[in-house]
């Protein structure tokens, strides 16, 4: 059976109604034939509510305690969208980054992942059941909660992908794709069928925010094909891979 990486961002869960709707997303992807893995960001606006308040009990915040309050918001929505995908009659197991067998550097607030041993995560397919992983987290060789830097949940999905060999990384967001410019400010902006790792990884470290520059770096590292789509929409997408054909473009931005 194929298998599909997930991932949905803050604004895809930021809502009961949007919780529910990435469940039945999720339930028609394993109606169609593949294995799906999910990754999951905080709620929409959840990080910097966190933040704020680490901010009001101390100037200064201990990096090492301030992944540890970070680190919650992804518990919260994994744990919400395990219930509403069980809810719906899928079998879903909500696991933490450590539990997923993420392993980082000691650099809190923008660790690097060292290794990754997702056995838990390989079990639950195995077993039928849909892994549903918090993004963004990991835990260091000490043994402490670690985070990934902002976009984290990008990096966590694409290297989940890679360890778990899967056939595609899909990264749902709250645009159709990567588009030629910002469509915000640009009238004429076109949305981008393909892109290749080396000019996503361009538009990202210029601050384009449709993908964290490390996931792609890490997508491009290990071949992995990604593609950039809405939650909100059907169609749509930009494919992110080495080399474009028209038949992988319109397959995989359906």
Not at 68 to 96: D, I, P, R, S
Request: proline share 2%; net charge negative; hydrophobic share 45%.
């Amino acid at each position: 059976m194929h298998l599909v990486i997930q991932k949905y961002g803050g604004t895809s869960v930021s809502n009961i109604a949007r919780i529910r709707a990435v469940a039945e997303r999720v339930q028609r992807t394993r109606q169609q034939g593949y294995d799906v893995v999910v990754v999951v960001s905080a709620m929409a606006g959840e990080t910097d509510r966190l933040l704020h308040l680490a901010q009001t009990i101390a100037i200064t915040p201990t990096p090492r305690e301030l992944d540890l309050l970070l680190a919650t918001g992804e518990m919260v929505a994994v744990a919400l969208v395990a219930m509403a995908l069980q809810e719906a009659g899928c079998q879903a197991e909500a696991l933490t980054g450590m539990q997923a067998g993420i392993v980082t550097d000691e650099t809190h607030t923008a660790a690097c992942i060292t290794n990754l041993v997702p056995i838990r995560v390989r079990r639950a397919l195995a077993a039928g059941v849909i892994p549903v992983v918090a993004g963004f987290q990991g835990i260091s060789s000490r043994q402490d909660i670690t985070t990934l830097g902002r976009g984290g949940s990008d990096l966590s999905a694409v290297a989940l992908a890679a360890a778990l060999q899967a056939d595609l990384c899909e990264i749902y967001t709250d645009v159709d794709g990567v588009y030629s410019a910002d469509p915000r400010k640009v009238i004429h902006a076109q949305r981008l069928e393909w892109i290749s790792y080396e000019d996503m990884l361009m538009m990202a470290e210029a601050g384009a925010k449709v993908l964290q520059a490390r996931a792609v770096e890490c997508a491009w590292h290990y071949s992995v094909p990604v593609v950039v789509k809405s939650s909100f929409t059907e169609g749509g997408g930009t494919l992110v891979s080495h080399a474009k054909t028209a038949t992988d473009a319109q397959h995989w931005a359906a």
